[in-house]
DNA sequence: CAGCATCCCCACTGATACTG
DNA sequence: CAGTATCAGTGGGGATGCTG
């Protein structure tokens, strides 16, 4: 995700970091607890292992997730939210809520329901 | 901002609509009361008239704005948060202090004060 | 002043294949 | 299982000019 050269508010910063399409579920998936990168690949329908690890990339860039790496075989690392993470989590909390909300508009309880949602 | 055919989860859909690059500091200036087309234009440093109308179109569509138009020349229209705007520009709020975070850890702190975020 | 239409570029994304 | 590299499409965003 490509920041600005000239931020005229820190609202905007924040917002380049999080605009990528899958930015905001990686949180949401995080904040259940750690997980691994397959733990996440699989949770996260649709997403391309690619652009997983790059968006992780970017979020630990900015201090929103952190990792640790086991030693030894098979591999294993664990991606986890950070402070800062938590606190934007708070964000994406009422993300969720007014979604609900949109969605109830569109006459889409059904899924809701289904999923877990209501 | 295209809509994706399937959402496994309300939270993508509201990231979705947020994600535009002016969104989220067009719901901050609409926060602090109703707004000219060209009241935006001047207070939002870099955008362009067609993306302002874009993104308002877009925000409104789903419902977070909203706009009154006055009979008259000349034109005047003024554009305004619905009861759902106010709930998602809590989320902003949080993006807000997170930034100031981000930028302090960036060294930004004269940035800051200068602009009267400190 | 508010709003629409067009043209163009580049960044984001996705698919696929390969390495430790 | 974790992570990197490359290539191709596409749609988001910028510039500009026109209309009521």
Chains 1, 2 share one sequence.
Not at 7 to 21: A, F, N, Q, V
Not at 26 to 43: P, Y
Not at 44 to 50: D, L, M
Request: a neutral charge; glycine letters at 6%.
């Amino acid at each position: 995700m490509k920041l600005r050269n000239e931020y005229t508010c820190p609202l905007e910063m924040t917002h380049d970091i999080i605009r990528g399409k899958w930015k905001p579920i990686i949180l949401w998936q995080l904040s259940k607890g750690r997980k691994s990168l397959s733990n996440l690949k699989s949770e996260i329908t649709g997403i391309s292992q690619k652009m997983l690890l790059q968006h992780l990339h970017e979020l630990a860039e900015h201090k929103f997730v952190d990792k640790i790496t086991f030693d030894g075989y098979p591999l294993k690392v664990e991606y986890f939210l950070t402070e800062r993470g938590k606190k934007i989590f708070e964000a994406i909390t009422i993300m969720q809520d007014v979604g609900i909300e949109i969605m109830l508009d569109d006459n889409r309880e059904d899924f809701l329901k289904e999923q877990g949602f209501l």
